[in-house]
């Protein structure tokens, strides 16, 4: 996920972003789609070893999809891969904008170097997990990955998108982030959204897990967390220089 641009300060120091600033969301004229609601692919709840992994970790499985043959699924939508010699089955994360199913992400479901494959069937569409489903006039949490966005009330997920979000009409946002003090790409990350005056989350010293999904597995109300370590300008400045410590 990118961290917001040259674009989003420029805007900041113009008096343009944060929670009384929502911009006009745009309009875009996309092709004619292949889907519009729907897939022509099984629930993740129907096949046992997509399910039980969702399931493991405590997500709905009925919110994904299942492709047994990823490659050969994704070329008959978009060719993509050239070669399907080496198939995969991967659970089917659906990005859906203005009820059009816009791309999709493939998540492997065993080991594999690369967890997550992202296709867009347009361009101009909004890489986000979740954009349709929120509420653009409250407060709008925003987490790495599809999968922890599900465990968080008015959130969304960034899959690689830009992080300008008051593009899409998201005027008051939370960036909520992976709790890895020593990965400097996340710390860069927080750094600057912390410098664009923009409310993030600071994990506190007692929480050992790495992100929201494995905090739900422990037991922890991660909402009440977030909600209660959630900070902006001066606060956020220190929270950051505490948490990067640890």
């Known amino acids: 996920m990118k961290y917001p641009n040259n674009i989003v300060l420029k805007k900041f120091k113009e008096g343009h972003t944060g929670k009384n600033f929502i911009v006009e969301e745009p309009k875009f004229n996309f ?3 292949v889907f519009k609601t729907k897939l022509n692919l099984p629930k993740a709840s ?17 919110k994904f999809y299942y492709a047994e043959k990823f490659k050969e699924w994704t070329n008959s939508i978009k ?7 080496y198939e995969e089955p991967r659970i089917i994360i ?12 493939g998540r492997a479901i065993g080991i594999n170097k690369i ?5 867009m069937l347009s361009d101009d569409a909004p890489k986000i997990y979740g954009l349709d489903e929120i509420e653009k006039d409250k407060t709008v949490y925003i987490t790495e990955g599809p999968f922890d ?15 300008d979000v008051d593009k899409w009409g998201i005027g008051d946002c939370v960036w909520i982030y992976d709790n890895e003090p020593r990965n ?11 410098e ?6 600071i994990w506190p010293p007692n929480t050992e897990e790495k992100d929201i999904n494995d905090m739900i597995l422990t037991g922890h109300n991660v909402q009440h967390i977030i909600e209660s370590n959630t900070y902006s300008g001066l606060e956020a400045k220190l929270k950051f220089n505490i948490w990067k410590k640890i």
């Open 115 to 119: 967890k997550y494959i992202t296709i």
């Open 94 to 105: 659906p990005l859906f904008y203005q009820n059009t199913l816009v791309g999709f992400q």
């Open 31 to 33: 092709d004619a789609p």
């Open 149 to 163: 966005s599900t465990f968080i009330s008015n959130s969304i997920a960034l899959c690689g998108a830009d992080g």
């Open 196 to 201: 664009l005056g923009q409310k993030v989350v």
């Open 46 to 62: 129907e096949n046992p070893s997509a399910s039980g992994y969702l399931l493991g970790r405590k997500l709905n499985p009925d």
């Open 184 to 194: 400097t790409e996340i710390l860069s990350r927080i750094s600057r959204v912390i």
């Open 79 to 85: 060719p993509t891969f050239p070669n399907t010699k």
